[in-house]
């Protein structure tokens, strides 16, 4: 089984409306991350949150909103999706030790909103 | 601003051969870069890292490595296999490990056999 999942894989919406993508995981890791990607500008980083009740904003947070309610669920919303949010969704954890702080994806939710 | 830029969009070798792939940054207060590689409908699986007190970090067939002065780290596979083919994410982190993972572009490597 997979240690990071996401659910919906793949979601089409309207403009206007309201969705919310999910993460779980099974690593234990009190770090969670969602990034989107788009074509031509890597992964940009959009929430994260390093404990429960730990919430950041990060590059590109206007148009979204988290809520971390559990230290294995991190689930994203768009409260009003809108066409400029049709991208790939992606979420991460991670367990600093050292210095590296490796993350680990999970699969992505390919979202089109219309 | 685009701190961490892969200029590269793609690049094509043959089977066998070595792949260099480049990356570029402006903050030169990064800690640590990291090497992300992505296959379609995954997720992006870490690769090989290094520290900005390195200048090489070798790893099998992957070796990164990093010139401070230039501002530019390069990711060395060799010999290149058709399954190496994937996108492939140059990152940087910040001091203090704050867990803040600035990415590039991406750069598709496609391996001929």
């Known amino acids: 089984d997979a240690d990071v999942t996401q659910t919906p894989r793949n979601r089409i919406t309207k403009t206007g409306k309201r969705i919310m993508l999910e993460c779980s995981q099974t690593?234990?890791?009190?770090?969670m991350y969602w990034y989107r990607q788009d074509p031509g500008l890597g992964l940009r980083l959009i929430y994260y949150s390093f404990d429960v009740k730990d919430i950041n904003k990060g590059e590109i947070s206007d148009g979204y909103s988290v809520s971390r309610q559990a230290q294995a669920k991190f689930s994203l919303s768009l409260e009003s999706a809108i066409p400029n949010q049709t991208a790939l969704y992606f979420c991460?954890?991670?367990?600093?030790?050292?210095?590296?702080?490796?993350?680990?994806f999970g699969p992505g939710t390919r979202l089109t909103v219309l | 601003d685009q701190q961490v830029k892969q200029n590269s969009p793609s690049l094509s070798v043959q089977e066998g051969r070595i792949s260099i792939l480049n990356c570029d940054y402006t903050?030169?207060?990064?800690?640590?870069f990291l090497w992300y590689k992505k296959y379609p409908a995954e997720g992006p699986t870490f690769l090989i890292s290094?520290?900005?007190?390195?200048d090489k970090n070798e790893d099998g067939r992957f070796t990164v490595f990093l010139n401070k002065s230039a501002k530019h780290l390069s990711l060395h596979i060799v010999p290149s296999q058709p399954g190496d083919s994937a996108v492939y994410f140059c990152?940087?982190?910040?001091?203090?490990?704050?867990?803040?993972?600035?990415f590039g572009q991406g750069t598709t490597l496609q391996v001929k056999p």
């Open positions: 290094i520290s900005s007190i390195k």
């Open positions: 991460a954890t991670s367990d600093p030790t050292g210095f590296t702080d490796t993350q680990y």
């Open positions: 690593k234990g890791h009190d770090r």
């Open positions: 903050n030169s207060m990064f800690d640590y």
């Open positions: 990152a940087a982190i910040g001091s203090g490990n704050t867990g803040k993972l600035i």
